[in-house]
């Protein structure tokens, strides 16, 4: 199971890990936090040392009921960002957070590898043409509605079937237009309830029907500092311990804050089924 990355051959049978980079105020985790130059090089240097494969930038927040942003307004916070890693490292496979096709492709032209999309073109019509265009891995996931109303968009007889019905005509979309390189996230947290995304989490080695390597975005999410009681800051251990049940599932990419716990998770999963 391979992905082509600008013109590299990225072999996901072993998983690999994507660090989350946001450059938005309001983030729920991590908003904020990196507001200059120094601080954004320093974590993505630190991201890539701790072993992550691609890094994944965004600029406008999916947390439930967020704040709408200009197309205009993710451009500018984005792309001199992108440009800004790949002059100081210029080897980094970015993936790039957006459901906007100018957003993509802007990004793209600028050294961008892959692009990430929450809504799997439902919230852009072109999204998917541009894609075919620049030829480039597309991580595709389920979502109803947007971030904006996606909790409330939460009403299914059954949720595993119908997310893989989604997915299924969202590939046979994708490869009527030649996309190759495709990835799905189950999207946990987007439009499902605290019992719903751990149904999909128990269900998960069937979207291996798919025959398309499975991406995951627990980081420190509310559906593990909830049942604990908890809090974001507090939600690494519960995070490492929903990442290796998804390996053990059969994930192949991990989406991340934190690379190195992640990458430990990928070793030592690694370790356990290398004489398999």
Known sequence: MTIRCKGQLIDLSTPKVMGILNVTPNSFFDGGKYKNEGEILSQVGKMLNDGATFIDIGAYSSKPKAEFVTEDEELSRIVSIV????????????????FRSQVAKVCIENGAAIINDISAGNLDDKMLETI????????????????????????????????????????????????????????FGFAKTLEQNYEV????????????????????????????????????????????????????????????????????????????
């Open 201 to 276: 989490l128990q269900k998960l080695e069937l979207f291996n029907i798919l025959e398309l390597p499975i991406l995951v975005g627990f980081s420190r999410k509310s559906m593990i500092y909830k049942p604990l009681h908890s809090s974001a800051e507090r939600a690494l251990n519960g995070t490492t311990v929903l990442n290796t049940l998804a390996l053990a599932k059969g994930a192949k990419i991990l989406r991340v804050h934190d690379v190195k716990e992640a990458m430990e998770c990928v070793t030592l999963f690694n370790k356990t089924n290398q004489n398999l």
């Open 83 to 98: 440009q800004l890693i790949l002059e100081h490292f210029p080897e980094t496979l970015i993936s790039i957070d957006t």
């Open 132 to 187: 075919a265009k620049y030829n480039v891995p597309y991580i595709m996931m389920h979502m109803r509605g947007t971030p904006q109303t996606m909790q409330t968009m939460t009403d299914y007889e059954n949720i595993v079937k119908e997310m893989l019905f989604y997915f299924s005509e969202k590939v046979a979309r994708a490869r009527s237009l030649g996309i190759n390189d495709l990835i799905v996230d189950p999207g």
